[in-house]
């Protein structure tokens, strides 16, 4: 009985938080790359030609986390298969968010583009048992400064 | 060439579904599997479990003993009764049923594996005369002619094993209850075999069944007096007390057996027994 009122805690917790959590978390994100909008990030590996500009590697990296609420629903779904809608829109955060950091690194830099972006993930966790399941979601991509003195 | 940033639409690696509807989804299936898993898993156990001989039965309850010290009187007044509703009950070959007394408040009495039956001197001490001493007794030798502990333990060790593979550690454990209570069902189904059982019996030993149900009105009081489920576990599996004693009424009805006759009390030597017994148990 007292494991049933122990989740059902957990559960609702994770529930009112997670999505507070969530629904804050876009706000912030849409407010945020509205503003980034005008610093172009591109996946093409070669920079605009006939233009002689500096490159800097920029990155920006989320570790995310789940909270028990979605675990749960993603476990029912070991059992049925199909989409883990609970862990999508966690991840779509993560890259978002790292991406954000980046180009707000690139920004600071004053840079006009940022080239060959690309994204890595790694899970944190790996699987084990009894750890937080976490992910780290980076993203990097060399930013193109204008020259800093002429040449 | 030219490079620039567009808006990307919301909403393309996200699926739009309410959290809590995808959970009551997933865990109205997940219910539904587990309660039919459970329920196929005890048809199946039970099944088998009742071909276990009673010899391995026997073996598997060695390590089981209960103190019955100093108690010759008592002992001695509860084997006659035992032994008559034994032989009423045709019990197949090897199969033995050792009694017990056990000098406890506790209201209450039951059967275990290897034909064990413990009876507490709470119970006794409420008994209003011999017939429904010998309904008791019956009923408890009937679970175990029916090899209702050994198909109970193997349901629970079935599905208690199965679960804990499948669910295992993961927070779907809370989930492995459900199957718990489906289980009280299927002892319910023993309980009202048992009992009639147990008045098929007591019908040939007294030739009525009268006093037959005082042993469920003595629960039943008992049970309005505590008030509440203290230590009570054990019986709560049962049908009620008011539905039993309808049901072994149409019963003897039905077969036409003598529902007066004459009632056989317990003799008053035998209260003074357990009077001493619970005195010397306190000291």
Redesign the interface.
């Known amino acids: 009985m007292i494991e049933l009122i122990i989740f059902l805690v957990l559960m609702t917790l994770g529930y009112l938080v997670g999505q507070y959590a969530e629904k804050r978390h876009y706000e912030s994100i849409i407010k945020r790359e509205q503003k980034l909008k005008n610093l172009p990030t591109i996946a093409s590996r070669f920079p605009p030609p006939g233009k002689r500009l500096d490159q800097q590697l920029v990155m920006g990296s989320t570790v995310i986390s789940i909270d028990y609420f979605k675990r749960f629903i993603a476990t029912l779904r070991n059992l049925f298969g199909g989409r883990v809608t609970s862990y999508e829109s966690l991840l779509d955060r993560a890259r978002r968010e790292s991406l954000l950091r980046m180009k707000e690194q690139a920004n600071e830099l004053g840079a006009e583009y940022v080239f060959n972006v690309k994204y890595e993930t790694a899970s944190i966790s790996k699987g084990r048992n009894n750890t937080i399941g976490s992910v780290e979601v980076l993203a990097y991509g060399t930013a193109l400064l204008r020259p800093s003195e002429a040449p | 060439?030219k490079?620039?940033?567009r808006?990307i639409p919301?909403g393309i690696?996200?699926?739009q579904?309410h959290?809590?509807r995808?959970?009551a989804v997933?865990?109205g299936?997940?219910v539904l599997?587990i309660v039919l898993l459970v329920y196929l898993l005890g048809l199946s156990a039970g099944f088998l479990a009742r071909y276990i001989p009673f010899e391995m039965e026997l073996e598997l309850a060695s390590s089981f003993s209960e103190e019955t010290k100093s108690e010759g009187d008592i002992q001695r007044y509860l084997t006659r009764i035992n032994d008559q509703v034994v032989a009423a009950m045709a019990l197949p070959e090897g199969m033995q049923i050792t009694l017990h007394y056990n000098n406890d408040d506790t209201v209450n009495a039951f059967a275990t594996l290897g034909g064990h039956v413990v009876v507490f001197r709470g119970l006794l001490e409420k008994l209003p005369n011999e017939n429904a001493l010998a309904m008791l007794l019956a009923h408890e030798i009937a679970h175990v002619k029916h090899r209702d502990p050994i198909v109970s333990v193997g349901r629970g060790l079935t599905i208690s094993a199965v679960l804990g593979l499948v669910l295992g550690?993961?927070?779907?454990g809370?989930l492995g209850?459900t199957g718990l209570y489906t289980l009280l069902h299927f002892n319910r189904e023993m309980e009202r075999e048992a009992d009639r059982e147990a008045l098929e019996a007591v019908y040939r030993i007294y030739g009525h069944t009268r006093g037959a149900d005082d042993l469920f009105r003595v629960l039943q009081t008992y049970r309005e007096e505590a008030g509440g489920d203290d230590g009570f576990e054990v019986l709560q599996t049962h049908p009620l007390d008011w539905k039993r004693i309808n049901a072994i009424d149409s019963l003897a009805r039905t077969n036409g057996w003598d529902v007066e006759g004459d009632i056989t009390p317990i003799p008053e030597t035998f209260f003074s027994d357990l009077k001493r017994s619970e005195k010397s148990s306190e000291e």
């Open positions: 060439m490079f620039e940033q808006d919301e690696n996200v699926t579904v959290p809590l995808e959970l997933l865990l299936g997940a599997l550690q993961s927070d779907l809370v209850d």
